[in-house]
């Protein structure tokens, strides 16, 4: 997934609690499920980052053979300037792009 087409800000933004909590009622619940969101999102983004920088991996670290590569630097900046896990949980809960159920609510067969 491409987090930098996200409408999330990158910044941080003062939110009305409210809006959160109108899908589940509860503010406790919507901030739950906005946590575990945010933890998937960062996994990605984490495994994403690994793997682009495996390439660069250099498995001989002796000081003369250490030096600077522009597209490591690159990618490694596009990450940083990312909006961080939460921000995109919580524009993804807005939106509405969540699924989230709570088993305990559902009735029983």
């Keep these: 997934m491409d987090y930098k087409k996200s409408k999330a800000p990158v910044d941080t933004v003062t939110r009305n609690i409210m809006d959160l909590c109108q899908d589940t009622g509860n503010i406790y619940e919507s901030v739950a499920i906005i946590s ?9 983004i984490k495994q994403d ?3 682009k920088l495996q390439e660069f991996a250099s498995y001989n670290d002796t000081l003369e053979e250490v030096f ?3 597209e490591q630097i690159e ?6 300037k ?3 896990p939460t921000l995109l949980a919580t524009q ?6 969540v699924f989230w159920r709570d088993p305990s609510k559902e009735p029983q067969l």
């Excluded at 993804?92 to 792009?97: A, K, R």
């Design 36 to 44: 575990k969101r945010a933890n998937q999102i960062s996994a990605e």
């Design 68 to 70: 600077e590569n522009r």
């Design 92 to 97: 993804e809960f807005i939106e509405g792009n």
């Design 75 to 80: 990618i490694s900046r596009y990450y940083e």
């Design 49 to 51: 980052l690994s793997k």
């Design 82 to 84: 990312l909006p961080k």
